[in-house]
């Protein structure tokens, strides 16, 4: 038979193409989509555990930070409160207990008691005893133990934290931890800490009450007899920390709950110990160790986490993901489907076409729509701008601080338009320094400071404006900035400056009521016949004026630190050659000890520089006085004031001198907030010097720093900007002022010279021809 065309013979390749073509096309489409989820969903999770590794990273080290912080703090405070027992030979209970009165309130998590440990030579604990019981320990009981070649007992005690007021008069020597910690504390003149012990007061407590725990060491020694001259070791200060307590404070603030800590130390034979443990919830699946120096011991921190407690660490995202993409790989296959067994061919791909624009309309209207969200979530306003200038971007929160809703094309018109200022209020904040107008110019600017005055702000605010080049993956060039309000930051600053200054009067002044009442004490003392007591009622009252007059200084240099960091810069042409040689003159008029040969100082030409004049004199001061301060006795003071050209648009200032030096171990610390080198012991001072001077520099936008002068002793040098106007006409004036300066002194410096008294050597001056010279302080001021 004849089949008829259409019908049987056309059926089989119509059947094949609606019975497979669709099937093939479907299991491609969940082939690839299950595939493409998976593979989502396996970056995600690589991502996440990146994440981890990172969170961890950085809860690490805020821990290790804290830690560090902590122990740094307890030595700093045992070496102040150390410093301060040692300006009184004669320590009693009441100077013990008002020195260490401070701790109590300083927040010493772990910390137990503080107590005062003095030695004893095997045949003098009798006569120690009885020379501390007349300071101020009636009771005091001292019990020898072995034969050691001295005996090291507890004499005054402060209880810290509840800890117990401890034994007085136990032999410590007994202890090797803490034996071997007060004996090295000894021989470096550093705080030291003890290898992990169980405490001697801790050892009648039941053993699941005992912890391990150190012991913090200072060694106390008095003001030097005589310059060049050792100064009398008084004993030591001593604090016991309880480790377990440490941690526990410790981490429980820095980790939120979040980390598991435990501490390790070596113990009285160097072994590595576990000292204590801290438990955070959740089943540690991320760990990290971190090793710091405490005084002159090693601990590490072991510390680990649940990555699921930790923020940002993990996530539903990949199984949302998941879901997500089985779910559209499912709807694409019943897509597909559809449009391959539909009877349109043509239909078929103008439904495919259509699904894949409406896709990408829907994804860039998603897109869109969470940068707009992201862009109005934002606390901080964001300004984006084309090559041009005009805005292509204003968030919410930008508008509400400009308080401008509308913009202006082009950055000429940006001051005006929207009330921008320098921070003094007054001067217009000029285009060209914009940060949007430099970062148009591909420049990199970080909290450039503006203060925003128009109709709708008439209270001025003062913003932080961080701007930079439109990443050119945006396909468009332009910029972008980012304002932040810091007005009440810097309320809040001149209000700590303020009370800064309050506090510094408030304790001035019962100072100078007690310095009034030793001076007339002393001159009623002037009239009485010489005797003994007189004598010593002198003596008394000189060593209260000379404490009075440390604690006045130590404050003045505390206003000073203060004040360095925190009140504003008022930047102005500064002629150096002036302030230099008004420094030095100050300086060289005060009372030198008899039998000091004059110093020789000699001066360079210096530039105008741009800088706050009072804070600049500061850092000048500081420099010339430690050159004539640390200088051996009975040497003359040798100083050279010189200036290079540094970078463009900056110059280098240097001031060298030929004093006792600065060791190269001290040189990296010696900037450093109360490092004192070890030369220094003997010669007054706090420890702040430096480092007031160091931030003075950097709020210039300098460095600063140290190293030996070739001739012996130390060159300081540091960096400020050159004035606008300070060309070759500003450098000829600031030379022509210090030489007009000097030359009004040339007569009282003739007449000085006929007698002890001081020399100054400048240049262009006949007194002696330029050379350099150098040796420096021993680092504080």
Same mark, same amino acid.
């Given at each position: ?60 080290? &805020?821990?290790? $930070?804290?830690?560090? %912080?902590? @122990?740094?703090?307890? !030595? ?5 409160? #150390?410093? +301060? *027992? ?30 005062? &440990?003095?030695? $004893?030579?095997?045949? %003098?604990? @009798?006569?120690?005893? !009885? ?5 101020? #320990?009636? +009771? *005091? ?30 032999? &410590?020597?007994? $202890? ?53 001259? $050792? ?551």
């Amino acid at each position: 038979m004849r089949s008829r065309p259409g019908t049987a013979r056309n059926e089989p390749a119509g059947a094949w193409h609606g019975r497979f073509v669709g099937p093939l096309l479907v299991a491609g489409v969940l082939v690839l989509g299950v595939t493409a989820t998976l593979v989502t969903v396996g970056v995600l999770r690589g991502d996440q555990r990146v994440a981890a590794d990172r969170v961890m990273d950085q809860r690490t080290a &805020v821990a290790r $930070a804290v830690v560090i %912080g902590e @122990t740094g703090r307890y !030595r700093d405070l045992m070496q102040a409160v #150390a410093a +301060g *027992l040692g300006t009184n030979a004669r320590l009693t209970a009441a100077d013990f207990a008002a020195a260490t009165a401070p701790l109590g309130q300083a927040g010493l998590v772990g910390a137990t008691s503080v107590a005062f &440990v003095v030695p $004893a030579e095997p045949g %003098g604990v @009798t006569a120690t005893e !009885r020379l501390w019981r007349s300071r101020g #320990a009636p +009771g *005091l009981s001292l019990e020898p133990l072995g034969a050691p070649g001295e005996h090291l007992f507890p004499v005054f005690r402060r209880s810290l934290n509840s800890g117990g007021a401890g034994p007085l008069g136990i032999d &410590v020597s007994a $202890a090797p931890e803490p034996a071997a910690a007060l004996a090295e504390a000894r021989r470096t003149g550093q705080p030291t800490v003890s290898g992990a012990y169980v405490l001697l007061g801790d050892r009648n407590l039941p053993e699941a009450r005992q912890q391990l725990s150190f012991l913090f060491v200072a060694p106390v020694f008095a003001a030097a007899p005589a310059p060049g001259r $050792a100064p009398p070791f008084l004993g030591w200060l001593a604090m016991g920390l309880h480790g377990r307590d440490f941690l526990g404070g410790v981490l429980s603030t820095a980790s939120q709950g979040l980390l598991d800590g435990e501490l390790y130390a070596t113990d009285g034979s160097d072994r590595r110990v576990e000292v204590a443990a801290y438990d955070a919830r959740g089943v540690r699946d991320l760990t990290r160790q971190a090793s710091f120096p405490v005084a002159d011991r090693q601990w590490t921190l072991l510390t680990g986490a649940d990555s699921h407690y930790l923020p940002g660490a993990r996530s539903d995202t990949p199984t949302a993901v998941l879901i997500g993409g089985l779910v559209i790989t499912g709807m694409l296959a019943l897509v597909v489907w559809i449009l391959a067994t539909s009877r349109s061919r043509a239909k078929a791909r103008v439904l495919v076409a259509t699904a894949d624009l409406r896709a990408a309309e829907a994804e860039s209207r998603r897109q869109a729509g969470l940068l707009s969200a992201i862009m109005a979530s934002i606390g901080d306003g964001v300004g984006v701008v084309d090559e041009n200038g005009a805005f292509l971007l204003h968030n919410p929160a930008a508008k509400a601080l400009l308080g401008v809703a509308d913009h202006v094309e082009g950055p000429e018109g940006w001051q005006e338009h929207y009330g921008l200022f320098r921070p003094d209020g007054h001067t217009p904040f000029p285009v060209e320094e914009m940060p949007l107008v430099r970062a148009l110019r591909g420049e990199v600017s970080n909290g450039v400071e503006m203060l925003i005055r128009n109709d709708s702000r008439p209270d001025d605010i003062l913003v932080s404006v961080d701007g930079r080049p439109l990443d050119p993956s945006a396909g468009q060039h332009g910029a972008v900035a980012v304002f932040h309000d810091i007005t009440e930051l810097r309320r809040y600053e001149n209000d700590l400056a303020v009370f800064a200054g309050v506090v510094a009067h408030d304790l001035k002044a019962p100072l100078a009521v007690v310095r009034g009442h030793c001076e007339n004490a002393d001159d009623e003392l002037a009239d009485a016949p010489d005797g003994p007591e007189v004598r010593e009622a002198r003596a008394a009252m000189a060593r209260v004026a000379n404490a009075v007059d440390r604690m006045a200084g130590m404050i003045d240099t505390l206003l000073a630190y203060t004040t360095a960091r925190d009140a504003p810069l008022k930047h102005r042409p500064v002629p150096l050659g002036p302030l230099v040689s008004d420094v030095i003159e100050q300086r060289t008029q005060q009372p030198q000890p008899a039998g000091t040969p004059p110093p020789e100082i000699y001066v360079g030409p210096l530039p105008v520089v741009d800088a706050d004049p009072a804070m600049l004199r500061h850092v000048l001061d500081n420099l010339v006085g430690n050159a004539l301060k640390y200088v051996p006795a009975g040497r003359a003071a040798r100083i050279d004031v010189t200036a290079a050209p540094a970078e463009p648009g900056w110059t280098r200032v240097e001031v060298a001198d030929r004093g006792i030096g600065i060791p190269p171990e001290d040189q990296p610390d010696i900037f450093e907030t109360f490092h004192r080198a070890t030369t220094a012991a003997g010669y007054a001072g706090t420890g702040l010097g430096l480092a007031i001077c160091r931030r003075i520099v950097e709020r210039h936008g300098g460095v600063i720093g140290v190293a030996d002068n070739p001739g012996g002793g130390t060159r300081f040098h540091f960096t400020l900007p050159v004035a606008a106007a300070a060309g070759p006409d500003g450098a000829e004036s600031a030379r022509a002022a210090l030489g007009r300066a000097l030359a009004e002194r040339a007569a009282i410096e003739q007449a000085a010279l006929r007698e002890p008294g001081r020399e100054v050597r400048a240049a262009g001056t006949a007194s002696a021809p330029p050379r350099m010279r150098g040796a420096g302080p021993a680092g504080t001021a």
